[in-house]
Antibody, heavy 116, light 107 residues
Framework: QVQLVQSGAEVKKPGASVKVSCKASGYTFTSYYMHWVRQAPGQGLEWMGIINPSGGSTSYAQKFQGRVTMTRDTSTSTVYMELSSLRSEDTAVYYC?????????WGQGTLVTVSS | DIQMTQSPSTLSASVGDRVTITCRASQSISSWLAWYQQKPGKAPKLLIYKASSLESGVPSRFSGSGSGTEFTLTISSLQPDDFATYYCQQYNSYSLTFGGGTKVEIK
């Protein structure tokens, strides 16, 4: 079955970076775009960006430009999201989600806590 | 960026009620709108795509309508499993935006 499995929870200090992984299975990895969406505690959903696993091209939300990098490894069917210069406001659950216009398959989420 | 405004932010309803949630876009998005349901501690679940297409496996009591800037999600007869938060999401030019969410609570 189609599945996205994300890496485990992280605790980071302000100013550090975090890299979250999302391993895809059950479908052809390069056939579907992947998005990253985050959700701060008690808040709504916030789109961060998109990566095309086929060629690696990316597009990021303006809010995260310069701080986020999305990459992929086709040999392991895994996409990565790295967020740098972390601050307390980046504490959130980070999701990968498959799709282009709409997001039909989601990972289980990765909690990233930023705290000194 | 296109802004998505959902209303109401909270809705109290009873089992069996017909429920309607509205989502407005700051500019026309044609029919590039999706609806999601999210329960606490879980990832969102796609309900409706392209404004009115029902995702496979989603009960037929869920329906979507609208185009341009105004969209609605309707639950024809609210069931106990439907108490959750609902989000709309637009797609435009390689960018997504979500609405602020509507929490459907038990009356």
């Amino acid at each position: 079955q189609v599945q996205l499995v994300q890496s485990g929870a992280e605790v980071k200090k302000p100013g550090a970076s975090v890299k979250v992984s999302c391993k895809a299975s059950g479908y052809t990895f390069t056939s579907y775009y992947m998005h990253w969406v985050r959700q701060a505690p008690g808040q709504g959903l916030e789109w961060m960006g998109i990566i095309n696993p086929s060629g690696g091209s990316t597009s990021y939300a303006q809010k995260f430009q310069g701080r986020v990098t999305m990459t992929r490894d086709t040999s392991t069917s895994t996409v990565y999201m790295e967020l740098s210069s972390l601050r307390s406001e980046d504490t959130a659950v980070y999701y990968c989600a498959r799709g282009y216009y709409e997001l039909a398959v989601w990972g289980q989420g990765t909690l990233v806590t930023v705290s000194s | 960026d296109i802004q998505m405004t959902q209303s109401p932010s909270t809705l109290s309803a009873s089992v069996g009620d017909r429920v309607t949630i509205t989502c407005r876009a700051s500019q026309s998005i044609s029919s590039w709108l999706a609806w999601y349901q999210q329960k606490p501690g879980k990832a969102p679940k796609l309900l409706i795509y392209k404004a009115s297409s029902l995702e496979s496996g989603v009960p037929s009591r869920f329906s979507g309508s609208g185009s341009g800037t105004e969209f609605t999600l309707t639950i024809s007869s609210l069931q106990p499993d439907d108490f959750a938060t609902y989000y709309c999401q637009q797609y435009n030019s390689y960018s997504l935006t979500f609405g602020g969410g509507t929490k459907v609570e038990i009356k």
